[in-house]
């Protein structure tokens, strides 16, 4: 193990993977609510921030690029059902990881997945409005949330890919 992943005790480990679920959630439920109710997003429709990145309002009634849309109205039920348990695996982890990054991949994966359990149940929907896009490419629309999950699994594979790596004889 590197020196940054024995460095911190158990507890420091929780506490960062903690702080990082906290401030996931927070920001992301912050831009949610000032994206709908102080930008007034859903009646502008998409507008240009910059030159590669869009606020444009999309209600995701699925999960990420739409996948398992197909199940109407029991579809929050079970997304919320199915992330409410990865969060308590993801925290159960967090308790018992000996890997500082692990731990911070954790919390920020369960507070991406709590923020978007929070629009589920307060809108039936998931709140989406980042849209990145350049040189001809378009990516999907996504929020804070989506990119919390999404740099806490990166992290979390970099980690175990350098673990292995660092682990095999030279």
């Known amino acids: 193990m590197s020196l940054w992943q024995e460095g911190m005790s158990r507890m420091g480990r929780l506490v960062l993977g903690l702080a990082l679920l906290v401030l996931v959630l927070v920001l992301d439920q912050a831009s949610k609510d000032w994206i709908l109710y102080g930008y007034n997003l859903p009646e502008k429709g998409s507008v240009q921030i910059l030159p590669f990145l869009n ?94 999950i999404v740099c806490g699994v990166a992290v979390w594979l970099i980690d175990s890919l350098l673990a292995e790596r660092n682990s095999q004889p030279q």
């Open 55 to 148: 606020f444009t309002m999309v209600w995701n009634h699925a999960v990420t690029f739409g996948m398992f849309g197909g199940l109407g109205s029991k579809g929050p039920l079970v997304f919320c059902t199915v992330s409410l348990l990865a969060v308590c695996l993801l925290v159960w982890t967090m308790t018992k990881t000996r890997r500082t990054l692990v731990a911070g991949a954790c919390g920020a994966i369960a507070g991406g997945a709590i923020g978007n359990v929070i629009d589920r149940l307060r809108y039936g929907a998931v709140v989406d409005f980042l849209h990145a896009h350049a040189f001809g490419w378009s990516w999907y629309v996504f929020n804070i949330a989506d990119a919390g």
